[in-house]
């Protein structure tokens, strides 16, 4: 798990600018950035969305979190309380069932909202650029504060056709820096520990997507002062099954 690769890559900026014009393709927005692998089937993408990206990005989650389907903090199987809030759009995930669902039955029985369709389009793109296929239908939204953490798992509830075709996970950070866990396939081998700062993504599938990850701790005070708010938002987009709905 020691093994990073870095590389020069073509990112898609959410509103198609690059705080670096320097290296911008301009028929389509696309910008230079760094993209490590980090494993087989696991890439850390740099400063994959400028500050107007993100700050759309954040306008758009905040709306969404405080809206008429709002966020909430999840009680797991166990009675555990999650350290996050967490809100799901296309498909919900209970945390008493470890399910999807279209309706959140374990909170409110309110539908799950729809994937806004930029956001739709960011994910594919960041999927392409590893060589990667993914079709979300799935966007699970957590809001982590400066106490917020995730413990180690598995993101192992989507289809088993879609786990065994190693669609990917795509994770896409705003705001405040995480320590972001990675792990192998076994919850026993060794983690490595990445620093995900506002504006990066990371994509993890193949070999690699049932990996174990987490993280350990929010870095209070990092965001970018530009956002003008504290925390972090992680929107992790899945593909339920090999054929979106």
């Known amino acids: 798990m020691s093994r990073r690769r870095a590389r020069s890559d073509v990112l898609l900026g959410l509103t198609g600018k690059c705080a670096d014009s320097t290296r911008v393709i301009a028929s389509a927005g696309w910008c230079y950035r760094t993209t490590m692998e980090v494993a087989p089937g696991a890439f850390h993408l740099r400063g994959a969305l400028d500050v107007d990206g993100q700050r759309e990005i954040f306008a758009r989650c905040r709306f969404l979190m405080d809206g008429p389907v ?13 350290h996050v809030r ?28 729809p994937i806004p369709d930029e956001f739709r389009a960011l994910a594919r793109r960041l999927a392409e650029s590893v060589g990667m296929t993914l079709d979300p239908d799935v966007c699970i939204m ?7 953490r995730m413990g180690l798992h598995q993101d192992k509830d989507e289809s088993e056709r879609s786990l065994a075709a190693g669609l990917p996970v795509v994770s896409v950070s705003i705001g405040d820096t995480a320590r972001f866990l990675f792990g192998g396939t076994k919850r026993r081998d060794a983690v490595q520990t990445i620093s995900l700062t506002s504006g990066d993504a990371f994509v993890f599938g193949g070999p690699a997507r049932l990996c174990y990850h987490g993280v350990s701790r929010i870095l209070p005070g990092t965001a970018p002062p530009e956002l003008g708010f504290d925390g972090r938002f ?12």
């Open 234 to 245: 992680n929107l992790t987009f899945r593909q339920y099954d090999l054929q979106s709905s």
């Open 86 to 113: 967490m809100l799901c759009l296309g498909r919900h995930w209970n945390g008493k069932t470890y399910r999807y669902e279209p309706i959140r039955s374990d909170f409110d029985g309110q539908p799950a909202p």
């Open 142 to 148: 957590n809001y982590y504060d400066a106490e917020g």
């Open 70 to 82: 709002a966020a909430y903090v999840p009680v797991v199987r166990g009675g555990g309380k999650m």
